[in-house]
């Protein structure tokens, strides 16, 4: 089987998928923690790789930037692949000085002026959910590990660069209650709903609002290790249950 996006055939793909927005972090987390990895997909260079994380297949996919992108590369995952849990690993920039650089963020809703749920399935409403369940697999496995992670809710953004008319970071942090900002979330969680499946985000802080610190794009490639370390340790109990 393919896709118009995805030449990956069928049983390629393992049940968990961690989806970092950009290929090359993907392929970084295959060559690094992934034993005998397969690339499954280079269509677009858009890499997806399966390969066994402590005996447990587990796959890796980029999910480009933006909610169409991950909108398409999810709903096929879910759709045709038969994956049922989708694990977004993203960079995000914080909001608040309470999350500073390199904190981990787990997205307990995200909130959108996003038309995506409305345009995808007639679905209103600015926030969207990821699943409680995955949330709380992957909340246990970081506790496990002792690394802190941050429950928060996310704004999930149509628009990286903004004209100031728009207003400010801090509108949405006060107005709408989110402590930093990506760009998938928001749609990732709405196909999980519409087609019964787990999805879950986290993120790890690259830059502040704030503070105006930030990474260089070589460490957001190659520096997310703690926030990977959580996801393939939940994504290896994912796979032991499935
Ligand atoms: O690091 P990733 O996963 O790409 O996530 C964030 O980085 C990109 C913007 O620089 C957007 O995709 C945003 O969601
Ligand atoms: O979407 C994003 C991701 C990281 N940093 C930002 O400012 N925006």
């Not at 970092?20 to 987390?29: E, F, Q």
Request: hydrophobic share 40%; charged share 20%.
């Amino acid at each position: 089987m393919s896709t118009p996006h995805n030449e990956g055939k069928e049983g390629s793909i393992a049940g968990t998928v961690l989806m970092p927005g950009d290929p090359l972090r993907a392929k970084y987390i295959a060559d690094t923690y992934l034993d005998q990895a397969v690339l499954f997909n280079s269509v677009r260079n858009m890499l997806g790789y399966t390969g066994y994380y402590k005996g447990i297949p587990v796959s890796v996919m980029g999910s480009g930037m933006g909610m169409p992108s991950i909108g398409i590369y999810s709903y096929e995952l879910y759709k045709f692949y038969g994956v049922e849990n989708i694990i977004r690993i993203g960079s995000a920039g914080a909001y608040c000085d309470a999350l500073d650089i390199m904190d981990i963020a787990l997205a307990d809703s995200a909130w959108s002026e996003s038309t995506f749920a409305m345009a995808q399935a007639n679905v209103s409403g600015d926030i969207q959910y990821p699943t409680e369940s995955l949330n709380e697999e992957i909340r246990h496995t970081a506790e496990k590990l002792a690394i802190p992670v941050r429950m928060c809710r996310v704004h999930s953004s149509d628009v990286f660069y903004h004209e100031e008319c728009v207003g400010s970071y801090r509108d949405y942090y006060e107005k709408h209650g989110c402590a930093c900002v990506e760009m998938e979330s928001y749609a990732l969680f709405h196909n999980a709903k519409i087609l019964g499946k787990r999805a879950a985000c986290l993120l790890t802080i690259s830059d502040s609002f704030v503070t105006h610190r930030e990474l260089s794009a070589k460490e957001r490639q190659t520096s997310f290790d703690a926030m990977m370390k959580i996801a393939l340790e939940t994504a290896k109990v994912c796979g032991e249950a499935i």
